[in-house]
């Protein structure tokens, strides 16, 4: 693919609408940030974006685990209508594949003059094929196409386009690059290179996602902050045979260091990215968007318990209760949004594309297939928002999971694979944050309405189902 060219009329597009730049953490759970109440360690750029524009405290993810979420984000259909529900491997390196008819974020973005590059991880269609990010409306993509792959941080290659880019210096055990590094830096070239037109950046970086590892001058900082294991056993999921590179994690003596480093780091390149663009001009012009892809995970040593990861929320990473699926959102938008603006509106993944098409002044047209999503900028703006009736979420692993938002209402329905009927939990969000008290008996009514409604929104799909389950990552 190579770089971008901009025309005269692509220049003129970056006057009538804003560049966009969406940063998606990897596992980072609700309460992981200390704007969101973290306490062992600070993320100061992150809290600096959120004093500067409007954190929500409801937002969720489209699904609890990677490949199905981000299919949801870029086709703004939830997990009973999305194409990719689980995180189907393909060997020797990919996931499953998006079909080529789904039309993307990215696709809708481009039909409106902006220029589109993905910079991480991708996990949506093994290279060359019809779900490569090339394939679904990225110019430019740079980093890692299998998520299983991106288990590791020191690879052997990252992809560029659909050509490897090998890193020599991270073959046998080597630990030369460290990927999500060399990735900020490829996407700090693209937004430089195209400062004078109108860009879509994703960046969906690896971190925190397990491994737990950092480069030494971000593990220095917080050596001897924390108390650690000493079993490594409990520290790693590494092939017992040998640390390979090929998805196992390499053994970390000092996870809960690695951890805060990581988030350190990541807390740094956001704030490279803000920097850059008040040093080029552009910031009035340019919506920046950080969340996260699902609630925090446990491998490798993570420890979301010490970490209070989910803050007052039950569950983790593949559960879909509040801790598996509500995850951080800051926006910042200097010519848009009120600083240091607290939002309560309730909203998920598949509201990101109507919104950011919105942004972009690109319709949504109902050929495309039509989304559940409602679109968020009238909140950016302050002015009235139109709410969800109901939130609804699907998982194929674990037995197989359902849940459901409606207002301050939350159902959760787990073993479907065993019993599709199985009794609905209810728990009231507003008075019950940490989801402890089943109120199904005290409310039938509202139970037969989630049912209803969940009979409804699973939509039957033969490679991702409730009768098969997918492999993990």
Known sequence: MGVVSCTKKERQKKDEHPNIIYILADDLGYGDLSCYGQSKFETPNIDKLAKDGMLFTQHYSGSTVCAPSRSVLLTGKHTGHTFIRGNKEVRPEGQYPLQGSEVTLAEHLKEVGYVTGAFGKWGLGFPDSEGAPNNQGFDEFYGYNCQRLAHNHYPYYLWNNQTQDSLKGNRGQGAETYAPELIHQKAMSFLERNRDTTFFIFYPTIIPHAELSAPGPYMKKFIGTFPESHDKSTNSNSNKKGYKKNGGYSIQDKPHTAFAAMISLLDEQVGEIREKVEELGIADKTLIIF??????????????DYFKSN?????????????????????????????NTISNHISAFWDVLPTLCEVAGKDTPPEDGDTDGISFLPELRGTPQEKHFFLYWEFLEGGGKQAIRMEDWKGVRLNVHKNPHAPIELYNLKEDISEQTNLARQYPNVIAQMDSIIKHEHLYSEEFSFKHEVQKN
Not at 291 to 304: F, L, R
């Open 311 to 339: 803050g007052k929320l039950r569950g983790y990473k593949r559960d879909l209760y509040e801790g598996g699926i509500r995850v951080p959102m800051i926006c910042y938008w200097p010519s848009t949004i009120k600083p």
């Open 291 to 304: 969340t996260s892809d699902n609630g925090p995970h446990k491998e490798g040593g993570a420890d979301p």
